[in-house]
């Protein structure tokens, strides 16, 4: 049976089991979410050994060529040693503020050091006392990085983030992960994104991003939600719908009635709401993030209507997994 | 001999070729329940691999792959008339990127070659 080491001590890994149910089996707190080798929390590096196949799929280059793995992917054949993610990758970060956007949503600003860049719309895994979460980068002034948490009830962090969260409290910082930016986009090449949820957050800072770049096609912002109470920042996207002729923000609600400002929201489920307004999506680029489900049939969706696979990104907020109940516990993914 | 693969463009040409054959499956009621759930990107990726393989290009796909791969569909009602239905989108595709009629027969005879082990028999 291969033996993993880490942290000084040998544990052995059955055949087929990854690194991180054997760590844990054998008591060692290793920081994990997703378990689905996307979430980014329970990286860690090999220092000897042979990287098994399949368990850097989606990290950065520069994380791959470091040697770093997804411990919940990570199935060893022989013998390995891995370590914690070292300087460069985690970082120490710090809560500068913490503020409600909506009853069950807030946003949260993260200060880092100077060499930890994300762009727009990337995650960051936050780790404090051992447990992380990952959340996407809405916005970023100089070191600090505006992050949108949804509370989940019982939820491991995301209460702390949302309610207790005091300026100074230390929080480590991994990542960035993800693709889902503004980049090299053309600035004629129109902008198709759908959010539900938390999603919004990448969405915002691709939209952010666009916009400073002088983007000139049109700009669709989709954000859907079971109903009105799940949206956020609807003055603030108004108020930016009206200053850029260019962009057009549509919130939905599955079950809308009046969106509680007066305002009569579209009605619907998202893949209907946006093919209302974009009926043809040939040429566009599109960025779908939110609920896994919603977000794999928005896709399937916005394909079928034309654009390419290649020019639509994807981020879906994975939740958090016990290996018992997968698909019960609570969200990680909470923004 | 050049293969079909190499007369529409080669490794450049198949993403394209590959979306325009995934959209028309998707887009068959026949057939898209079978594809409901399913992760596009990775879906793409397999119909990426399938396409290079009935075009000659170069592939790793087996019949082991096939099988495996499909067992759960099987399970879920796969037929015959379903595999037709793919077999006619992928001639349709290769017909749009003016593939001369007679090598897609041929395309579509390396296609038949898999029939059983889709189907798991």
């Known amino acids: 049976m291969p033996r993993v080491t880490f942290a000084g001590r040998a544990h052995e890994v059955a055949g087929g089991t990854t690194v991180l149910d054997a760590l844990l089996a054998d008591g060692v707190e290793l920081p994990h979410a997703c378990r689905a080798g996307a979430c980014g929390a329970c990286v860690v590096r090999v220092r000897s050994g042979p990287v098994p196949p399949g368990c850097q799929v989606g990290l950065p280059p520069a994380w791959i060529a470091r040697g770093c793995v997804y411990a919940c992917q990570c199935r060893p054949e022989v013998d390995l040693a891995i370590e914690p993610l070292g300087e460069g990758l985690r970082v120490a970060g710090e809560v500068v503020s913490t503020a409600p956007l909506s009853g069950s949503v807030a946003r949260v600003v993260v200060r880092v050091p100077e060499a930890f860049s994300p762009a727009r719309g990337q995650y960051v895994t936050l780790e404090r006392r051992g447990i992380a979460r990952s959340f996407s980068v809405a916005d970023r002034a100089g070191t600090a990085l505006e992050l949108h948490v949804r509370r989940i009830p019982g939820g491991a962090l995301s209460p702390y983030l949302c309610d207790d969260a005091r300026p100074g409290d230390p929080l480590s910082v991994a990542g960035p992960f993800g693709d889902c930016v503004y980049g090299e986009i053309s600035p004629d090449v129109p902008l198709l994104l759908a959010a539900t949820g938390t999603g919004l957050a990448p969405l915002w800072g691709i939209v952010l991003d666009a916009l400073t770049a002088g983007h000139r096609a049109p700009i669709w912002l989709f954000h859907g939600a079971v109903d009105p109470s799940g949206l956020y920042l609807r003055a603030e996207l108004r108020a930016l719908a009206a200053r850029h002729a260019n962009l057009r923000y549509v919130p939905s609600a599955l079950h809308a009635g009046a969106g509680g400002d007066g305002e009569v929201l579209e009605e619907g489920p998202l893949d209907a709401v946006v093919l209302r307004h974009v009926p043809a999506t040939r040429g566009m680029r599109a960025f779908v993030c939110g609920a896994p489900d919603i977000v794999q049939v928005v896709k399937k969706k916005i394909f079928l209507a034309g654009a390419a696979t290649r020019d639509i990104s994807s981020d879906a907020f994975l939740p958090a997994a016990a290996p018992s109940e997968p698909t019960r516990a609570s969200p990680g993914r909470a923004g | ?121």
Do not use: N
């Open chain 2, 1 to 121: 001999m050049a293969t079909v693969y190499d007369l529409i463009g080669g490794a450049a040409a198949m993403e394209a070729a590959v979306d325009a054959f995934y959209r028309r499956v998707l887009s068959d009621d026949r057939i898209a329940q079978f594809f409901d759930g399913v992760d596009m990107e990775r879906q793409a990726a397999k119909q990426k691999a399938f396409l290079t393989m009935v075009l000659g290009g170069p592939s790793a796909y087996t019949g082991k792959d096939m099988r495996a791969a499909h067992a759960h569909l099987v399970a879920r009602g796969l037929s015959g008339a379903h595999f037709d239905a793919v077999v006619e989108h992928l001639g349709a595709t290769l017909a749009e990127l003016g593939v001369p009629a007679e090598l897609i027969g041929q395309v579509a005879a390396t296609a038949e070659s898999v029939r059983g082990d889709v189907l798991g028999r």
